[in-house]
């Protein structure tokens, strides 16, 4: 069975930076595209960020622009989001996807992807 495990959330004040990590337990997420969600109380879960299978193309959700990034160690299957600039508005429960069969991806959409970690917590504070 596949798992996606993210870690590294926390409590940080506005401003600060967190980086995030999923770990995948799929044979190899090289031939993937990989994306990022989050979910705030009360709100609908909403795309963050994705990667190409390869990393050379990534999306961000326009908010996010400039202040987050990911990125991916295909040799270590894992994927990343460093958070910098956070704000209030970013706290939410971080979830990372993957799909289930090769794609090249990138891809925003929620239905592209069939596997999604239990997410991480990240709470901004003032």
């Known amino acids: 069975q596949v798992q996606l495990v993210e870690s590294g959330g926390g409590l940080v004040q506005a401003g600060g930076s967190l980086r995030l990590s999923c770990a995948a337990s799929l044979r190899t997420i090289k031939y993937r595209a990989m994306g990022w969600f989050r979910q705030a109380p009360g709100k609908e879960r909403e795309f963050v960020a994705a990667t190409s299978w390869s990393g050379g193309t990534t999306d961000y959700l326009d908010s996010v622009k400039g202040r987050f990034i990911i990125s991916r160690d295909n040799a270590k299957n894992t994927v990343y989001l460093q958070m910098n600039s956070l704000k209030l508005e970013d706290t939410a429960v971080y979830y990372c996807?993957?799909?289930?069969?090769?794609?090249?991806?990138?891809?925003?959409?929620?239905?592209?992807?069939?596997?999604w970690g239990e997410g991480t917590q990240v709470t901004v504070s003032s």
């Open positions: 996807a993957a799909p289930l069969r090769e794609y090249e991806g990138p891809a925003r959409e929620t239905q592209r992807y069939d596997y």
